[in-house]
C-alpha cells in the first residue's frame, strides 16, 4: 500500500535562513508526490507536484522539492524562509496501480522573525 | 473560475443524530474525494467518487457514506454520530482523478463539524 511518513511534527527556522521540510513515501507503482499547505481553519492548498522527469520540482511561492528515488525521500524546501510561511505542510503520494491520494501526518511550519 | 465550495462550514450535532455535508466542485472536474482531518489521526482518505460511481474507499464503518449526483455535486453522510466523529471534513475536486491522471486535488475549506 502506499504511503508517506513525515518525520518531523515541528520545524522551527528563523527568517531569511533556508528550511528544509521531510518527507519519504513507499509505493507499489510509480510515485506521484505532492505537497500542500494548510493554513489555519482552511483547506489545502497544492505547492508542487513531481510526476516524471526532472528531479528539482519548482513551485508556489518559491518552494522546490526534491525528488531522491534512491533515498525514496521528497524533501520540501525554501532558500528563504518567511513569517508568512508559518503553516502546516503535508506530504501526500499518489501510485499509478492505486491511485488515491494518501497524505503524511505534517509538519507544522514556524518561522520566527 | 469558482474553486470547491463546501457547505455548511460549521455545525454542532449531538450523539447520534445524523449529518450531511454538501461540496460542489469546480466547474468540469469529475472527481470528488472525501478526507476526515483530526489532530490524533490527520488527513484519512474516506472515499472517491467519480461520474457518480465510488472509485475508492478508506477504512471506515459503514455509518460514512457518500454520493456523488450527475452534475458531479457530492454529498457524505454520516448516520448515528459518535464524539469521535468531530472534525474538519474535507472535499476535494479533480479533473478526471484517480487512475487516470497525476492532476493534484483542489480543496475546499472544509465543514467543520463537532459532535456533543
Known amino acids: 500500500a502506499q504511503s508517506v511518513a513525515q518525520p518531523e511534527d515541528q520545524v522551527n527556522v528563523a527568517e531569511g535562513n533556508p528550511l528544509t521540510v521531510k518527507c519519504t513515501y513507499s509505493?507499489?507503482?510509480?510515485?506521484?508526490l505532492f505537497w500542500y499547505v494548510q493554513y489555519p481553519n482552511r483547506g489545502l492548498q497544492f505547492l508542487l507536484k513531481?510526476?516524471?522527469?526532472?528531479?528539482l520540482v519548482k513551485g508556489s511561492y518559491g518552494f522546490e522539492a526534491e525528488f531522491n528515488k534512491s533515498q525514496t525521500s521528497f524533501h520540501l524546501k525554501k532558500p528563504s524562509a518567511l513569517v508568512s510561511d508559518s503553516a502546516l505542510y503535508f506530504c501526500?503520494?499518489?501510485?499509478?496501480?492505486?491511485?488515491?491520494?494518501?497524505f503524511g501526518a505534517g509538519t507544522r511550519l514556524t518561522v520566527k522573525p | 473560475k469558482a474553486g470547491v465550495t463546501q457547505t455548511p462550514r460549521y455545525l454542532i450535532k449531538t450523539r447520534g443524530q445524523q449529518v450531511t455535508l454538501s461540496c460542489s466542485p469546480i466547474?468540469?472536474?469529475?472527481?470528488v474525494s472525501w478526507y476526515q482531518q483530526t489532530p490524533g489521526q490527520g488527513l484519512q482518505f474516506l472515499f472517491e467518487?467519480?461520474?457518480?460511481?465510488?472509485?475508492n474507499k478508506g477504512n471506515f464503518p459503514g455509518r460514512f457514506s457518500g454520493r456523488q449526483f450527475s452534475n458531479s455535486r457530492s454529498e457524505m453522510n454520516v448516520s448515528t454520530l459518535e464524539l469521535g466523529d468531530s472534525a474538519l471534513y474535507l472535499c476535494?475536486?479533480?479533473?478526471?482523478?484517480?487512475?487516470f491522471g497525476t492532476g493534484e486535488l483542489f480543496f475546499g475549506e472544509g465543514s467543520r463539524l463537532t459532535v456533543l
Open positions: 509505493v507499489s507503482g510509480n510515485p506521484y
Open positions: 476535494a475536486s479533480s479533473l478526471l482523478g484517480s487512475g
Open positions: 513531481y510526476i516524471t522527469g526532472d528531479n
Open positions: 467518487y467519480f461520474s457518480e460511481t465510488q472509485r
Open positions: 466547474s468540469g472536474h469529475r472527481s
Open positions: 501526500a503520494v499518489r501510485d499509478d496501480l492505486r491511485g488515491d491520494m494518501r
